[in-house]
């Protein structure tokens, strides 16, 4: 009795183990079911989305973007060779586009978000489109039945590029989003009407939004604020049939206009002592440490074939006397090291907006080191004599830690001027620049000295 009452307790414990594990799989699915919902009167609704990705501190463009639906089949009539007559049948939906207008909507209903990522050094703008189904009646659909199609990306979107742009570049979404889109009639003789739209990404075709998912993950198309589905990182009140596309530029002169710069570091002596004669202001040379950083959205895959690699860019060395040395290629990424002299300066000629900038300078105790930044929340500041190097970003005081992403301006615009002054030392080593705290403890020590003479003397009288 007791075997048979334990094997019983086993049996019925697998069987509720079973129970669960099935329950608990079923959960979710009616959690989230693979559909947006529609009615005899209006059909179930379903957009696209649009996230337009630059490096921070660029202009939103005017730019005009275009899906297209390419049939796949009915029900299980898919296969192209088979079934090509039923396909051709299909309804076609028409193209979609999604303009943006800079960052203002052309019409005040248009959703519109605009976000900043600070730690990429990104700006994305996101735009919907209408529904890509307005009525039930509009395409005419032929029966009932699950019409599926694939949602694709026109690689060729017109992005107005301004005129004084070089080094600018673009790249489009290679997704494709798998379609179902269920056709149902109201009773036995009704209309026919869109009852649910079913979405799913689609694997190797899907948008970097969902990079790192496999195939088949469903996605909600439901535009605004009606959803119904929970979806994988989804963009709140936005569609979750994501294109991602970007779009970068430079403001500089290119290799053809060398003295047209996106970026410029100057180099100027300052004396305040007999001895900063102008031939020594013009013969001493201080050391850069310079590293550009291209931004997130340029492509870069050592793995792709071809490989896409890292971003070079051009910069010269104008002396003080008009000269300009010749170009010299520098690979994002890498610190270079330079020379200046007193009013000379490096120029790169097509960095890009939003690229990383870091500069440091090396510098001795002559010298009191300072700077004046015109970009990225432009700022002076000012170092000692003891600072060996001086730059940005820099965590010690005074602070200046970045990162400092270029910005779009105007040629020449972007700036940053690093000023060193004589610290007027003397043959005998004293620094001009402590004679007033010398004077000060000078006194200090007078005072001190008669102060114990006054009190030596009154000891003896005593």
């Not at 501190?57 to 029900?75: C, L, M, Q, R, S």
């Not at 602070?399 to 007027?424: C, K, M, S, W």
Request: proline letters at 7%; aromatic letters at 8%; zero cysteines.
């Amino acid at each position: 009795m007791t075997r048979t009452r334990n094997n019983t307790l086993r049996l019925l414990t697998s069987l509720a183990i079973v129970m669960l594990m099935s329950v608990s799989l079923i959960l979710p699915a009616l959690a989230n079911p693979p559909w947006v919902t529609g009615t005899e009167d209006k059909p179930a609704p379903a957009a696209i989305t649009k996230r337009f990705e630059m490096p921070i501190g660029t202009t939103t463009p005017n730019a005009t973007f275009t899906f297209y639906f390419e049939k796949i089949g009915v029900d299980n009539k898919t296969d192209p060779d088979e079934h090509a007559a039923i396909i051709a049948a299909m309804p076609g939906l028409g193209d979609i586009t999604i303009e943006f207008d800079g960052e203002t909507a052309s019409n005040p209903s248009d959703k519109l978000l605009v976000t900043i990522n600070e730690a990429k050094g990104t700006k994305t703008v996101v735009r919907e489109s209408k529904e890509f189904i307005q009525d039930n009646t509009n395409p005419p659909w032929p029966d009932v039945g699950v019409y599926k199609y694939y949602v694709k990306e026109v690689t060729t979107g017109v992005i107005n590029t301004p005129a004084d742009a070089v080094n600018s570049g673009k790249s489009f979404s290679e997704a494709w989003y798998y379609l179902e889109i269920w056709v149902d009639r109201d009773g036995d003789t009704g209309p026919l009407y869109v009852k649910y739209v079913n979405a799913r990404t689609v694997e190797n075709q899907h948008d970097e939004h969902y990079d790192g998912q496999v195939g088949g993950v469903k996605v909600d198309p439901t535009p605004g604020e009606d959803r119904t589905i929970k979806t994988y990182d989804h963009i709140d009140n936005f569609s979750g049939i994501v294109f991602t596309n970007k779009y970068w530029i430079s403001k500089g002169g290119g290799d053809e206009k060398e003295e047209e710069s996106a970026l410029l570091v100057k180099k100027i002596v300052e004396g305040n002592h007999p001895d900063t004669e102008e031939a020594e202001k013009n013969n001493n040379e201080f050391t850069f440490n310079v590293k550009v950083t291209q931004p997130d959205v340029i492509p870069y895959d050592p793995t792709a074939i071809p490989p896409i690699p890292l971003q070079e860019y051009s910069v010269y060395i104008l002396r003080a006397n008009g000269d300009i040395e010749g170009e010299t290629k520098v690979t994002s990424g890498d610190t270079f090291e330079v020379k200046l002299k007193h009013d000379d300066q490096l120029m790169f000629t097509d960095l890009h907006v939003g690229a990383k900038v870091e500069v440091e300078e090396v510098v001795n105790d002559k010298y009191k080191p300072s700077y004046e930044r015109t970009f990225a929340t432009p700022m002076s500041l000012t170092g000692k004599a003891t600072d060996a190097k001086w730059g940005f970003p820099r965590d010690v005081e005074p602070t200046d830690p970045g990162p400092h992403y270029l910005p779009e301006a105007a040629t020449n615009a972007n700036q940053v001027i690093f000023t060193n002054t004589r610290t007027g030392a003397t043959p005998t080593g004293v620094d001009v620049d402590d004679l007033p705290y010398l004077v000060m403890i000078g006194l200090a020590l007078t005072g001190l000295t008669g102060f114990v003479l006054l009190k030596s003397r009154r000891r003896r009288g005593a």
